[in-house]
């Protein structure tokens, strides 16, 4: 029996996580790779986090999104799960829709970190 958890999220584009972790300060490795977990078991995850425990955690793709696998019963970051996953989706965010902006031609006019932990940020387009 897998003690693996495979949780849901909302991450569809991997370069936006990569840059999520990184902003984070995650140190996480591409894969295809093979978590760790209980006892020997694995599973493959095409990004992982190493843990100082031997036991990581991973995103894998399961055909709509990235969702996150770890055998929580090792679990070793500073955040619990919910806290972590709140930190990378909000970061994720954050990523994508500095991408997108750029993509059709806006640029970062203004940006806030707001006490409740939100980010806003102000976009803007120059037209000739």
């Known amino acids: 029996m897998s003690h693996f958890s495979q949780i849901k999220t909302q991450i ?3 370069d936006s996580l990569k840059d999520a972790l990184t902003d984070l ?4 490795k591409q894969g295809p790779r093979e978590v760790r977990g209980y006892r020997g078991q694995t599973h493959a995850a095409e990004i992982t986090v190493e843990q100082n425990n031997g036991y990581d955690i991973g995103f894998r793709w399961n055909g709509k999104e990235y969702e996150l ?3 929580l019963q090792y679990w070793q970051q500073d955040l619990s799960v919910e ?3 709140r930190q990378v989706t909000q970061r994720y965010a954050y990523q994508t829709v500095l991408k997108e902006t750029t993509r059709v031609g806006f640029q970062v006019a203004e940006q806030k970190q707001n006490q409740d932990g939100s980010i806003s940020l102000v976009v803007q387009r120059w037209s000739a």
């Open 25 to 28: 300060g995650v140190d996480w």
């Open 12 to 14: 569809r584009n991997i």
């Open 69 to 71: 696998v770890a055998d």
């Open 83 to 85: 806290g972590f996953l």
